[in-house]
């Protein structure tokens, strides 16, 4: 049994996110944690909502609420979609969490005490009136490239341009709108990254199974320019785990935080210690999945994550691993995607364009948005959402083949058989060329699935589904049992045990799906087929089954019609309880 880590990046605090999100991450990390947890392996897939930052305190003052408050409601928030999205989170974990502060603290110690942290004489502005120094975001001003007024300190939304907070003009803090700014010294943290360079270009170079999207983004952050540089860890923020050198404290950094970047990437490993106390194990038991030297040597790391992530998972976070020369683990896999966008243009938070995930629900359950967007993930380009596509691959693969072949073969043994599987007859050459077939198609999903080639499973999962599709229609039972009723039994009795194999396999793209399919067939236990011969008579004769439900209703033209109108922008996109306009 195979042990597996999995991570997907974890999701900022301030608001609800898109489908782009989701299919960024989390959810391609649930597909593999759900096909590893079938093929019988040990598991543990973390996740975590992010919640230190400029970001979470700007979107709690807007909300009215203490930004310690608006996290944990949020991350209730975050918590209760991810579940109804099936995301099968061993624990989904706070950034905030005291686990997260020791850690965090700990790991600043080690890189202090191996001389890779440096202190830096900075000039930032402060604001008079609110008595404190403003991190870029907390500054607005005009773009001096575009003219564009609500430029923010680190970038412009309007052209993107990258900014710095001194080269906006008249600026002005986006906490109180006061413009009485001025530009002060202040000290902060540096982590040494140059110092590092050889040593990650060197692990890098050594992930030959990395996807190119992966290994391209790292060089480049590695070579590019003048290479990898040092980066700031420390910020002049009220919300944050505070500076230590482990347990002690930091001389000159009272009242700062570690920036948000530092802290969040080691939220993955403190997931496990929530993890682990909220079951009631051990330290010796998280541990084990993340200290080589506490038994994690035989564990497979796999991380998920959009290409905007890749930088600080490829360079700045193992960085701060390698330069604590502790036995942590590093990844051994990282899956990155690139982004989707929302019919001809891009998800906006501000304007409410495209689909966020509390507004997905509402339409539609869960797996029909899974297998829209693992069928079309963004692999080795953007991929892009619009209805028309999105109503296609619903009504053809999920209804019409994996929804019309469950619905047919049941409805049908009921009508001539009964509610239990029919007895009678042997299967013969065109079972045996269906089995041979599955056969093949199975070993390449599996490989796609191990490999997770996304598409390419879905893909082939979907071609499993056709071929019980077109065995039924070829063989035509409902024809055959006027002539020879034992070869329509034996016929049927072979489909509902491919009805059971679709249920099985296809669980970890449409879960709710195929537990109704198990349900339905009785099945209480479902074991991945490790002989397909074998397993396509699992449900012998007199077993009992029920219809299910309709697994897939249709999308019809009004209802693309009144989505599109209702997704296409124009109305801000305000938080769960409307209280905020979560920020993109």
């Known amino acids: 049994m195979a042990r597996h880590l999995i991570t997907s990046a974890i999701p900022y605090i301030n608001g609800i996110k898109h489908l782009g999100n989701l299919i960024g991450s989390q959810l391609p990390a649930d597909l593999f944690a759900r096909y590893q947890r079938a093929r019988g392996n040990?598991?543990?897939?973390?996740?975590?909502?992010?919640?230190?930052?400029?970001?979470?305190?700007?979107?709690?003052?807007?909300?009215?609420?203490?930004v310690a408050d608006y996290c944990a409601e949020m991350h209730k928030v975050q918590a209760d979609i991810a579940r109804r999205f099936r995301l099968s989170f061993d624990h989904f974990g706070r950034s905030s969490s005291p686990?997260?502060?020791?850690?965090?603290?700990?790991f600043a110690g080690r890189l202090a005490e191996n001389d890779l942290i440096s202190e830096v004489s900075e000039r930032q502005v402060y604001s008079i009136a609110d008595g404190r120094f403003l991190p870029d975001r907390y500054i607005e001003g005009t773009c001096p490239n575009c003219g564009y007024d609500k430029a923010r300190g680190d970038q412009c939304e309007n052209c993107t341009k990258q900014l710095e907070p001194t080269d906006l003009i008249d600026p002005r803090s986006a906490?109180?709108?006061?413009?009485?700014?001025?530009?002060?010294?202040?000290?902060?943290?540096?982590?040494?990254q140059s110092a590092l360079k050889d040593a990650l270009n060197d692990w890098i170079d050594s992930k030959t199974d990395w996807p190119v999207l992966t290994t391209s983004i790292a060089k480049k952050w590695l070579h590019d320019g003048d290479g990898l540089r040092d980066r700031g860890i420390t910020r002049d923020l009220d919300w944050g785990i505070p500076v230590r050198k482990g347990t002690e404290d930091w001389p000159g950094m009272e009242g700062k935080v570690f920036y948000v970047w530092f802290d969040a990437p080691i939220e993955y490993i403190a997931c496990a210690?929530?993890?682990?106390?909220?079951?009631?194990?051990?330290?010796a038991d998280w541990q084990s999945w993340w200290r080589t030297d506490k038994g994690a040597e035989d564990v497979r790391y796999t991380q998920f994550m959009g290409k905007d992530n890749v930088p600080f998972h490829t360079l700045s976070f193992p960085a701060t691993i390698i330069g604590s020369g502790e036995p942590w683990k590093l990844v051994d896999h990282l899956k990155s995607f690139n982004y989707l966008t929302y019919d001809g243009g891009q998800f906006?938070?501000?304007?409410?364009?495209?689909?966020?995930?509390?507004?997905?629900?509402?339409?539609?359950?869960?797996?029909?948005?899974?297998?829209?967007?693992?069928?079309?993930?963004?692999?080795?380009s953007d991929a892009e959402f619009t209805w028309d596509n999105f109503q296609a691959s619903v009504n053809k693969d999920l209804a019409d083949v994996l929804g019309?072949?469950?619905?047919?073969?049941?409805?049908?043994?009921?009508?001539?058989?009964?509610?239990?599987?029919?007895?009678?007859?042997?299967?013969?050459?065109?079972?045996?060329?269906?089995?041979?077939?599955?056969?093949e198609r199975l070993d390449r999903y599996a490989r796609f699935m191990e490999a997770m080639e996304v598409r390419k499973a879905a893909q082939e999962l979907r071609a499993i589904w056709?071929?019980?599709?077109?065995?039924?229609?070829?063989?035509?039972?409902?024809?055959?049992?006027?002539?020879?009723?034992?070869?329509?039994?034996?016929?049927?009795?072979?489909?509902?045990?491919?009805?059971?194999?679709?249920?099985v396999i296809s669980a970890p793209f449409v879960p709710d799906a195929s537990a109704k399919i198990l349900t339905s067939l009785n099945v209480l236990e479902p074991i991945w087929p490790a002989d397909l011969q074998e397993f396509l008579y699992t449900l012998g004769p007199d077993h009992p089954f029920t219809v299910p439900d309709v697994l897939f209703a249709k999308i019809t033209d009004t209802q693309v019609e009144e989505w599109q109108a209702r997704f296409s922008g124009g109305q801000s996109r305000k938080g769960a309880e409307g209280e905020a306009e979560a920020l993109s």
């Open 273 to 283: 210690a929530e993890w682990a106390e909220a079951n009631g194990l051990t330290e």
């Open 42 to 66: 040990d598991v543990l897939f973390l996740c975590a909502t992010d919640e230190h930052g400029t970001p979470a305190e700007l979107a709690a003052a807007k909300a009215g609420k203490p």
């Open 175 to 192: 906490v109180s709108g006061a413009t009485d700014l001025e530009v002060r010294e202040t000290r902060h943290l540096y982590l040494r």
């Open 466 to 503: 056709v071929t019980g599709n077109e065995y039924l229609q070829s063989v035509a039972p409902w024809t055959g049992i006027k002539s020879d009723p034992d070869q329509a039994a034996m016929q049927t009795r072979f489909a509902l045990n491919l009805a059971h194999l679709f249920a």
């Open 404 to 439: 019309n072949f469950v619905s047919r073969i049941t409805k049908f043994c009921r009508s001539k058989f009964g509610e239990a599987v029919p007895s009678g007859g042997q299967t013969g050459a065109e079972e045996a060329a269906v089995v041979a077939d599955l056969s």
């Open 348 to 380: 906006s938070t501000s304007q409410g364009r495209g689909i966020f995930m509390d507004q997905a629900l509402e339409l539609l359950p869960a797996d029909y948005w899974r297998w829209w967007l693992l069928s079309h993930a963004p692999e080795n």
């Open 99 to 106: 686990q997260n502060h020791a850690l965090t603290q700990h």
